[in-house]
């Protein structure tokens, strides 16, 4: 009876946040967004922090399915397979090293803080500055908002992710390349003096992926977060005595539902700057029509899907941690209670 009466109060605590804010906690965050617009240090603090630890958790599955994406002629006979994923790490971890299961992660923290950083701190201040009203906050406009995040954090990041694609897409132990040499031989492959251009290699697909992934992930998480709050599932997913904190298992279960939405939309672009970025090592430089072509002659509409599974095992774990240690950090930078 104790535990019924808690979780009456409880629901009803939840459900006059719900009626007195529209979009779940969107009125209280409203209320804080002039207080976050001096606090955008932590709000990228947190978001280089989470993206770091999402990262780390998948990086070997990262690297395989960067290679069954770019054909990697190694990995051509694995990427068919329903086991290909274990084989293929079994293949790379005896012939180099569970160190070449990592192979280009430095490069990739690098990338990864600041380009998470960017995209939660862009994210924040978007919101802050579009949604103003509850006539404001639809699913459209957190769309719009969580897109242009992800094309703002893409530019001031993308010649780093260009580097790590690289090094991951090496797999012959003699070259033994470092993300530095890396980047020299990017800038220097048109000839001549070398070009800085040459560092956005494939950012059209990129931006075009980045739009669809970034908007349709912050949305899915922040609608399943508002479903999650709601006075159904109230008394099972928010912390005892809280009427906005959900716990861990349900904020991991938003991104991790959030990432697989999103990776669904925008995987078949994916395929497309995958196999751009790297073109230039396989003595290819077409466009994105002609990759789109050769891919539908090499596989069909399935090449579009690639290594897709892959991407669920991935994407699962990794937005589910970069969005749960994203809100954690924000507790313990104070943004949040």
């Avoid at 160190?99 to 919101?127: C, M, T």
């Avoid at 094309?151 to 001031?156: E, L, S």
């Avoid at 599974?309 to 809100?327: E, H, L, Q």
Wanted: net charge positive; with cysteine; glycine share 10%.
């Amino acid at each position: 009876m104790g535990d019924t009466g808690a979780s009456s109060v409880l629901v009803q605590d939840s459900s006059n946040v719900m009626k007195s804010s529209p979009g779940g906690n969107r009125g209280l965050e409203s209320s804080k967004c002039r207080r976050n617009r001096t606090l955008d240090w932590r709000n990228g603090v947190a978001g280089g922090v989470a993206g770091c630890a999402a990262k780390t958790i998948v990086a070997p599955m990262e690297r395989i399915k960067i290679l069954f994406q770019t054909s990697n002629p190694h990995f051509l006979r694995y990427s068919t397979r329903w086991n290909g994923l274990i084989e293929a790490v079994s293949h790379i971890r005896t012939s180099h090293g569970i160190y070449a299961l990592f192979k280009g992660h430095a490069a990739s923290l690098i990338r990864v803080f600041p380009y998470a950083g960017i995209n939660f701190l862009a994210y924040e201040q978007l919101q802050c500055a579009i949604i103003v009203s509850p006539q404001t906050d639809t699913p459209y406009h957190r769309f719009f908002c969580g897109s242009t995040a992800g094309a703002i954090a893409t530019v001031f990041t993308y010649p780093l992710e260009l580097i790590r694609i690289r090094l991951a897409f090496e797999t012959e132990q003699s070259k033994n390349s470092s993300w530095f040499r890396i980047c020299r031989k990017i800038y220097f492959e048109s000839g001549g003096k070398g070009s800085p251009l040459n560092l956005y290699q494939g950012i059209g697909p990129t931006m075009l992926g980045i739009l669809p992934y970034a908007g349709t992930s912050f949305v899915t998480h922040d609608l399943m977060r508002e479903q999650l709050r709601s006075p159904f599932f109230a008394p099972y997913t928010l912390e005892k005595g809280s009427s906005t904190r959900l716990t861990a298992v349900a904020q991991l279960c938003c991104g991790a539902i959030a990432g697989i939405v999103a990776q669904t939309v925008a995987y078949p672009i994916d395929i497309l700057r995958r196999r751009m970025q790297v073109g230039r090592v396989v003595g290819s430089r077409s466009g994105v029509l002609e990759t789109a072509r050769r891919v539908v002659l090499e596989r069909g509409v399935r090449g579009f899907y690639v290594g897709l599974t892959i991407g669920y095992v991935k994407m699962a774990p990794m937005a589910a941690t970069s969005f749960y240690v994203y809100d954690r950090m924000k507790r313990l930078l104070g943004i949040i209670e």
